[in-house]
């Protein structure tokens, strides 16, 4: 009998060692139940995205864009990603220079006239999730033209479009927590996410419109009145 209780405890410690192993690599998770009691949960690690990861953080030291208008002022922190480098050279170009947003559809988007010649560009890897800054897609090239992301909340086909494409787990949430157009994946390349300015674009995307038959046609387009740049350690004035 005490060869057995030996082993009996053995064989606890050992189990003890193997939940504590797999509780620090990420496969168990480990919480309080309602009654106080631990309860295990296996769960598969999960491969995070930078991408996403720098979608939705607040970082610092990113190059960023201040469109101003008469409405007021959208700042747009810029990625690491080819798209944001044509966004620089297209505005040290000039080419936003008195564009204008075009396209009003509230609680989607909004979305300048084209500026120029279409070009090709590789997608970022960014999702157009609410505030995402991206150029609209002409066939297989990009167009010049600056759409912004204004959807708070999913709408119906929104939902039914991440339910029916199958996303992971965390693309999926994460349209789910934030909003966006999921539909728009592959129309538009997105190069930024706006910091500050939410309620400008709000409050450009309430303004009259042709509604859903006229194409979302703004009844007075909003002048872009500059785009200034900011790289890092350079702060816009």
């Known amino acids: 009998m005490k060869k057995i209780k030996t082993l009996g405890i053995i064989t606890m410690a050992v189990l003890f060692l193997v939940i504590a192993a797999l509780a620090i690599f990420g496969f168990i998770n480990l919480r309080n139940a309602p009654e106080n009691e631990n309860e295990i949960t296996f769960e598969p690690l999960e491969n995070k995205n930078p991408d996403y990861e720098w979608q939705i953080s607040k970082t610092e030291g990113d190059a960023a864009a201040l469109i101003k208008t008469d409405l007021g002022d959208i700042l747009i922190k810029l990625g690491d990603c080819a798209a944001a480098e044509k966004f620089l050279e297209l505005c040290n170009e000039g080419t936003f220079a008195n564009a204008e947003f075009v396209t009003l559809a509230e609680n ?54 991440v339910s029916e494409s199958g996303f992971e787990k965390e693309k999926a949430s994460l349209y789910e927590k934030f909003g966006g157009m999921p539909e728009y994946e592959g129309k538009i390349i997105v190069f930024g996410m706006v910091v500050s300015g939410t309620e400008t674009v709000e409050t450009i995307g309430k303004k009259e419109n042709s509604g859903y038959t006229g194409g979302y046609s703004a009844a007075e387009p909003i002048k872009i009145n500059s785009v200034e740049i900011s790289l890092p350690n350079e702060p816009l004035e």
């Open 108 to 161: 989607m988007f909004i979305q300048t006239g084209v500026c120029g010649e279409s070009f090709y560009l590789e997608q970022s890897g960014y999702l157009p999730i609410n505030g995402a800054a991206a150029f609209v897609m002409d066939g297989e090239k990009a167009a010049p033209s600056i759409v912004i992301i204004n959807a708070k909340e999913l709408s119906g086909t929104s939902k039914a479009f």
